[in-house]
């Protein structure tokens, strides 16, 4: 199994900034995938980071809003950009590897904007 | 997108009394998992089956799974307070593909 930290845990932020969420993994993985999970809702994905290319988004997520980077096989980021209350949401990866077919989630960032 | 329908979308038992949750989902698989989320945390992973599975079991934990009627169902059999989460199925082909997710149960176990 994958150990997968994230930082931060929680914050509180102001609409109009931006919060770099980062994704750290205890070993190499070849994917990792970024999701959204509104207030009492289930999770929905926001894109595939795949290591050296850009990210893949789903549709009503646009690269502006939540760049993402991926510069290597441990880590990536998800920054939520120019926020607004509806952003507030826990956001989670996860990782996945080719062969393998468990994939395993990060604690989570719960985010409020106020 | 969501393709999974959880049902019931919560259920409150008695410890002690076993929990069924069932789950349905639109096109062909490979593999189905089940995670539980306690209070707006991370997901933990429970058990995957794959399509050319029937039937699971793990601890208190019994899932199975029926590809001719895209549908799955999570037995938690003498549950504890303990148990109290929401439980998602999610769906995939492989562990690189994104998993879709089904809307959840809450659980609810009352001492």
């Known amino acids: 199994s994958a150990v997968i930290s994230q930082k931060p845990s929680r914050d509180i932020c102001q609409r109009g900034t931006s919060l770099t969420i980062q994704c750290q993994v205890d070993?190499?993985?070849?994917?990792m995938f970024w999701y959204r999970q509104q207030p009492g809702q289930s999770l929905t994905l926001i894109a595939t980071?795949?290591?050296?290319?850009?990210?893949?988004?789903e549709s009503g997520f646009v690269i502006d809003k939540f760049p993402i980077s991926r510069p290597n096989l441990t880590f990536s980021t998800l920054t939520v950009s120019n926020m607004s209350p509806e952003d507030s949401s826990i956001y989670l990866c996860?990782?996945?590897?080719?062969?393998?077919?468990?994939?395993?989630f990060g604690p989570g960032t719960r985010l409020t904007v106020l | 997108s969501q393709q999974g329908e959880e049902d019931p979308q919560a259920l409150s038992i008695q410890e002690g009394e076993n929990a069924t949750m069932n789950c349905s989902y639109k096109?062909?698989?490979?593999?189905l998992q089940w995670y539980r989320q306690n209070s707006g945390r991370g997901l933990v992973h429970l058990i995957l089956?794959?399509?050319?599975?029937r039937e699971k079991h793990s601890g208190r934990l019994r899932v199975t799974l029926d590809t001719s009627k895209k549908s799955s169902s999570l037995l938690i059999t003498a549950s504890r307070a303990a148990d109290t989460a929401s439980y998602f199925c999610?769906?995939?082909?492989?562990?690189?593909?994104?998993?879709?997710f089904g809307k959840g149960t809450r659980l609810s176990v009352i001492a």
């Open positions: 996860s990782v996945g590897a080719a062969g393998a077919d468990t994939q395993y």
């Open positions: 070993s190499q993985v070849t994917m």
């Open positions: 980071a795949n290591q050296g290319s850009e990210a893949t988004y």
């Open positions: 096109t062909s698989i490979n593999n």
């Open positions: 089956i794959r399509s050319n599975e």
């Open positions: 999610a769906t995939y082909h492989s562990g690189n593909t994104p998993l879709v």
